[in-house]
């Protein structure tokens, strides 16, 4: 393929990437604030059941769409190809051709790419367990999973910390965006969603109502 094809190709990919990275990440932060809510109020507690349940469900989503963007398949889309393909393109050719002015050297540039791939390599643990997760659960019903006990057992043999999942999101933002700087000069600010707020108000609204339901003020 033609470098100038593939340069586009990589920008393409690029946003792509970075609006199913932004989606995990409000995705993440919408079940991270139901467990920050329950800590500090007990009004939740009420529709437990129901908070508990959307809860699971986005846990496991955000399991699932993890393991999308940290495939190794050559047919994704994701953040180990993204890196690859950012390391293979960027050359001192590459560099030279480019019209905005940079006051890093190449290598200084090329060395920043080279320590992505260096990064992804230290959370290959977390992925690896991601993927088992997948496979036992997440994208299909393992003939070896025919009870709740057996994929408790199978959580336990490939566990994934919050502090894991909420790395490899915040990974996969700052490696799209800084690829787009080295190779567009392209800055990006991004800020996900917060979701405690809206959620210490329906807490409220609810503790409002089991205050006054006998009172006849609601």
Known sequence: MNPKVQIEKLKKDLEWLFYQSMVLKQTF?????VSRVFEKTDSLATYGDYFGLTQNIM???IQLQLTKLFDKNKQSHSIPKIIETANNL????Y???MTYFSAQSYQNLKSELEALAHRLNELEQPIKNLKKLRDK????FDKSID???RLEEASKNSPVL???GAALIDFSLSTISQIKEIFFSIHNDYSAKEYESEL??????IEYYQINQGTGRV
Do not use: M, R
């Not at 960027?90 to 050719?93: D, V």
């Not at 659960?137 to 299909?140: D, G, M, P, S, Y």
């Open 59 to 61: 846990i496991s989503d």
């Open 29 to 33: 932060n919408a079940a991270l604030a």
């Open 137 to 140: 659960n997440l994208a299909h």
């Open 95 to 97: 560099f030279q051709s």
């Open 147 to 149: 009870s709740v006990e």
């Open 200 to 205: 210490f108000e329906i807490a409220h609204a």
């Open 90 to 93: 960027y050359t001192e050719k």
């Open 162 to 164: 919050l502090s894991e």
